[in-house]
């Protein structure tokens, strides 16, 4: 048994040094269009934004067809994506409506905060066609009365610059950018 034991040992080991010999992990996060304002203004609630079920996972998508996704196994979201999308959204929507008084749900509360705006991303990937596409949907809140004045989609595709996932990441905040505006020009 013993001799057995000591047998299996070295191809226990070569068996887990490969397993830890896999393709390196690329991790990538969205980036706002420039600086929040630092001075007040009207305040804002970002959130919450919720994602497809697909892309809740920490992997990049890729649309390889009209019916077929591909994850990127070695491309990684570096944190959450929703809340990775709140935060951009927020930082783009306050450069837009010139406050640095934009806050990401959940907030300790909303007694001083003007308006609400709830994000539902449905699509939110690279396409075969080398663009960053995505499809949302929000709606916009006045507060403190919590009554909707505002409910509309937006779809839109954003050339990739570039092949790679580094200008996919780059391509979907651009995407993001432009999401804040439509959302910007509703408040």
Not at 148 to 159: F, G, I, K, L
Request: proline share 5%; hydrophobic share 45%.
């Amino acid at each position: 048994m013993m001799a057995r034991l000591l047998l299996l040992l070295p191809l226990l080991a070569a068996a887990l040094l490969l397993g830890s010999c896999g393709t390196p992990k690329s991790y990538y996060f969205l980036t706002p269009a420039g600086p929040a304002p630092t001075r007040a203004g009207t305040a804002i609630g970002i959130g919450p934004v919720m994602v497809a079920d697909y892309l809740d996972r920490p992997n990049l998508v890729y649309q390889q067809g009209s019916n077929r996704l591909a994850l990127a196994d070695s491309h990684r979201w570096a944190g959450d994506l929703e809340d990775n999308i709140a935060s951009v959204l927020a930082t783009n929507i306050g450069r837009r409506e010139n406050t640095g008084d934009v806050r990401v749900y959940p907030w300790s509360h909303d007694g001083d905060l003007r308006y609400q705006v709830t994000v539902d991303v449905r699509q939110f990937h690279g396409t075969a066609n080398g663009d960053a596409f995505i499809d949302a949907a929000w709606r916009v809140y006045s507060l403190p009365d919590r009554r909707q004045v505002v409910s509309r989609s937006w779809a839109a595709t954003e050339p990739l610059a570039a092949d790679g996932y580094d200008e996919l990441a780059a391509s979907l905040s651009r995407l993001l950018d432009r999401l804040a505006a439509e959302i910007a020009a509703t408040l």
